[in-house]
């Protein structure tokens, strides 16, 4: 049991890095689709229909088996399964962001405006507070079912949770008992991300 619950460190850190590279980059994909420039609002576009519509696990090959083949850069498991994660999880944090900008209320951007706030200055200390509020519980969902999906990283051969249960269960060929402690650990794992996202949506409306 000790063996599989090292894997928890390694889940985690795919999960954290992963969430992390994913807000940053739908937040940037989320402002290009918001933005007035054209070229790169079909960028975002494009770049979010491509990672939306197809497999995850067929990414996170293609990044750590395809890439070393065209360009020559290989990538450690856990770097390669961080990336692919990162990127996947970009679009669909990206979709969730422009709705959540969109629901601000527009009189608040034209006041803004008027006063002539800075278009960067309004997004950053007017509208994208607000849209944080809004998205919170999407995003957190996002966060926990990027949590259930990294045990995909296992085809690769990271050590985590997922992996270390299959080795136990070949050696011991209790896969019965190895499979559902894997279980038990991302239930708890899921709870914990629950847990931390309704307090994190308390302590917001107390804001208010």
């Given at each position: 049991?000790d ?9 985690l850190q ?8 994913g807000f ?12 007035r420039?054209?070229?790169l609002?079909i ?11 197809t497999?995850?696990?067929l990414q996170?090959m293609?990044i ?16 390669a399964?961080?990336l692919?994660?990162g990127?996947?999880s ?6 969730v962001?422009?709705a959540g900008?969109?629901a601000v209320?527009?009189g608040?951007?034209?006041a803004?405006?008027a006063?002539?706030?800075p ?5 950053k200390d007017i509208?994208l507070?607000?849209a944080?509020?809004n998205?919170?519980p ?5 966060y926990?079912t990027?949590t259930?999906e ?7 051969g990271?050590?985590d949770?997922?992996?270390r ?5 070949s050696?011991?060929y209790?896969y019965?008992?190895a499979?559902m402690f894997?279980?038990l650990?991302?239930?708890?794992l ?6 931390i996202?309704?307090?994190i949506?308390?302590?917001m409306?107390?804001s208010?």
């Amino acid at each position: 049991m000790d063996y599989i619950l090292a894997g928890v460190k390694v889940t985690l850190q795919v999960v954290s890095l992963a969430g992390i590279i994913g807000f940053i980059i739908g937040t940037l994909l989320a402002l290009c689709k918001i933005g007035r420039i054209k070229l790169l609002k079909i960028f975002a576009d494009v770049y979010t229909s491509i990672f939306r519509g197809t497999p995850l696990v067929l990414q996170l090959m293609l990044i750590f088996f395809g890439l070393p083949q065209a360009t020559g850069i290989t990538f450690e498991p856990v770097t390669a399964a961080i990336l692919a994660f990162g990127l996947n999880s970009g679009a669909y944090i990206s979709e969730v962001i422009r709705a959540g900008i969109m629901a601000v209320d527009k009189g608040q951007r034209e006041a803004a405006m008027a006063l002539g706030v800075p278009y960067r200055q309004m997004m950053k200390d007017i509208i994208l507070p607000q849209a944080l509020k809004n998205i919170l519980p999407a995003l957190m969902n996002e966060y926990i079912t990027l949590t259930k999906e990294s045990a995909i990283v296992t085809v690769i051969g990271v050590m985590d949770v997922m992996r270390r249960s299959f080795m136990t269960a070949s050696n011991t060929y209790a896969y019965l008992e190895a499979f559902m402690f894997a279980g038990l650990i991302y239930y708890v794992l899921v709870m914990i991300l629950t847990f931390i996202g309704k307090l994190i949506e308390r302590r917001m409306r107390r804001s208010d």
